[in-house]
């Protein structure tokens, strides 16, 4: 089984802490805009982009991964982890959602 890292990392960010927190790496990191959505910027991180979120119903931030993998049904399996597709919509995407033992969420998909 093989899974790889994806292009996305992802940072789900509190209403009240997600301007500052985009400015942080905007404006003190140096981090320069892929893109921007209502809910959302996207900076360039290396290879990556790096998303902060902003979740309206949540307390703290989680940081949540992407991985890439032929088959993610099997990865799932192959895991062990807990399917966790209720988290966010999969509009357009072949993958599921889950977990590591510490709790941070991954989205296992098809590149």
């Known amino acids: 089984m093989k899974i790889r890292p994806g292009k996305n990392i992802a940072i789900k960010v ?7 927190t985009v400015a942080f790496y905007r404006d003190k990191v140096g981090l ?3 893109r921007e959505l209502t809910n959302s910027v996207g900076f ?3 290879e990556m982009t790096l998303w902060v979120d902003r979740v309206e119903r949540q307390s703290q931030s989680d940081v949540w991964l992407e ?8 990865a799932l399996d192959h895991l062990e982890s807990p399917q966790r597709d209720e988290l ?3 509009d357009g995407v072949t993958g599921h959602w ?3 033992p510490a709790g941070v ?5 098809n590149e």
């Open 105 to 109: 969420v991954l989205l296992l998909r």
């Open 67 to 74: 991985l890439f993998t032929e088959d993610p049904d099997r």
């Open 32 to 34: 320069k805009v892929a």
């Open 44 to 46: 360039v991180f290396g």
């Open 88 to 90: 966010e919509p999969l």
């Open 98 to 100: 889950t977990s590591d």
């Open 14 to 20: 509190p209403r009240h802490k997600w301007q500052e």
